[in-house]
């Protein structure tokens, strides 16, 4: 059975358009009594990293269940909706969509019969050769419902040549180039593989005696789940329903280069990801501020949400008090009627509200997590100066962004970038602050306690991991490949 939540009216403040946004986040429970409900609530948890649809694909070991719809999950799924998707293992999706991609047909996960059974996937990352698989896989005949890179890997599982479905996941896993977490779920198992520099997140966990996937640990606490490791770098995983799993790894050896933007701001504060707590990364983040930009002021302020962590470590290091400055409304969806007449900074002041009494009179320093185009940075500056600040430093818990992401981070192309246009005191200028100052590379990498060789940072450096041959977006390539087709 399909079901389908009717989609609701989408539109993205200038608030969240100036901000990196992580395009998915997955969650799958083999063989549990409450599969679906549990994937509701681990999605739930997982909402962070995707705001424009989400789906549930739940099995009973015969057929296959389905829900999706266009919104957040506590919109799409109703009590009736979980009680329909029967069976005790199930896998589910939240996606945020790049621009023009917004739409039912890739909504996640896909659900396909095929000549071995049934099966379902969802995926977190970007396939950065989707285009010319896809070209390929059309001229041998392939129909495809959606633009997502997704269906790229089921059609070349489904065309793979392989006697069990591992074989023929490792086998279509192989010609993907990006990064990438998969969980695939067929009547009687669940499979996760994760690419060969384990650029994107995914956890494994154990719940009674049922085992749990997910992008991020958050989703493990809210379901109850404990910890037991990270997918390593390559691994496919596969997991029977009597509970036994098996670690394979199909790729060429690899070292491990994970996504250092997910301690920055994409992971949620309360998540461990390759054995570092994000809260205390964030915050370290913010003592190495202090101690590289400390500058005389009267408070210390953080852009919500995920400039409080990194602004606590600031005010710590360098003694000047820290306040909630900027008050932010989390009751503003992402639906929502504009006012008619023109209001300086809408998209700012629908989100964040200065505290005029607090700041009146005082020098004061904003943290944020990063600078995009800088056109939110601007509007908050301005924000805060109207509201009386005789000063306003600006700092900055990641290095200057000047380079697009490839991997599954929904990016301006680089030139939009306005640390890729701009030096640093046209920058300060640009934004209206008296100072801006970002946290060095060195500085990251000591507040995370990694190495930077195991982490990827090309939007910082331009050090890709995976070779990057046509710097655009996987997802906006294949829509412009499905547009520019014969009708």
Not at 20 to 34: A, K, S
Not at 432 to 456: I, M, N, W
């Amino acid at each position: 059975m399909t079901s389908q939540a009717k989609p609701n009216s989408l539109i993205n403040t200038t608030f969240d358009d100036d901000h990196f946004r992580d395009e998915c986040g997955v969650f799958g429970v083999l063989d549990h009594p409450e599969a679906a409900n549990l994937t509701y609530l681990g999605l739930y948890a997982l909402q962070h990293r995707g705001q424009e649809s989400t789906g549930i694909v739940s099995t009973d070991g015969t057929n296959f269940n389905n829900h999706r719809g266009m919104g957040l999950v506590s919109d799409v799924y109703q009590k009736e909706d979980i009680d329909k998707l029967e069976g005790r293992s199930a896998i589910g999706h939240v996606r945020y969509s790049t621009a023009g991609d917004l739409g039912l047909r890739n909504c996640q996960p896909f659900m396909y019969q095929y000549a071995h059974g049934g099966i379902a996937m969802c995926h977190n990352g970007n396939i950065i050769n989707a285009e010319k698989l896809r070209e390929d896989l059309e001229k041998a005949g392939s129909i495809f419902q959606s633009t997502s890179d997704t269906e790229v890997i089921i059609h070349l599982l489904a065309k793979s040549p392989g006697k069990s479905t591992r074989e023929r996941l490792a086998e279509a896993a192989q010609k993907l180039e990006g990064g990438f977490s998969v969980l695939l779920l067929t009547e009687k198992r669940m499979f996760g593989v994760r690419d060969p520099n384990g650029i994107r997140p995914l956890v494994l966990g154990k719940l009674d005696n049922a085992w749990v996937m997910a992008s991020e640990t958050c989703a493990f606490d809210l379901v109850g789940a404990e910890f037991v490791r990270d997918v390593e770098a390559g691994e496919l995983v596969v997991i029977d329903e009597g509970g036994a799993l098996r670690s394979y790894f199909p790729f060429k050896k690899n070292e491990l280069r994970f996504c250092v933007f997910e301690y920055v701001y994409f992971a949620r504060p309360d998540s461990t990801l390759e054995g570092v707590n994000v809260y205390e990364a964030r915050h370290n983040i913010g003592v190495e501020l202090g101690k590289e930009s400390a500058v005389d002021a009267d408070l210390v302020i953080p852009v919500p949400d995920s400039g409080v962590p990194p602004a606590m470590g600031f005010a710590l290091e360098t003694g000047i008090p820290f306040q909630m400055g900027l008050i932010r409304n989390h009751y503003v969806g992402r639906t929502f009627i504009e006012p008619k007449q023109s209001i300086r900074n809408f998209g700012v002041k629908l989100k964040l509200n200065p505290n005029r009494d607090m700041i009146q009179g005082k020098r004061v320093v904003l943290v944020d997590d990063s600078i995009v185009r800088g056109t939110t940075s601007r509007k908050i500056v301005e924000m805060v100066r109207a509201a009386g600040a005789a000063e306003i430093h600006m700092r900055i818990s990641s290095p200057p962004t000047k380079n697009s992401c490839f991997y599954g981070i929904n990016t301006p192309d680089s030139e939009e970038l306005m640390a890729n246009r701009m030096g640093l005191d046209e920058m300060c200028k640009a934004i209206g602050a008296d100072s801006l100052a970002f946290v060095s590379t060195q500085g990251l990498y000591r507040a995370v306690g990694a190495p930077q060789e195991k982490h990827c940072d090309a939007c910082f450096t331009g050090n890709y991991p995976v070779s990057i041959e046509k710097k655009r977006s996987p997802q906006l390539s294949l829509l412009r490949y499905y547009d520019k087709r014969p009708k």
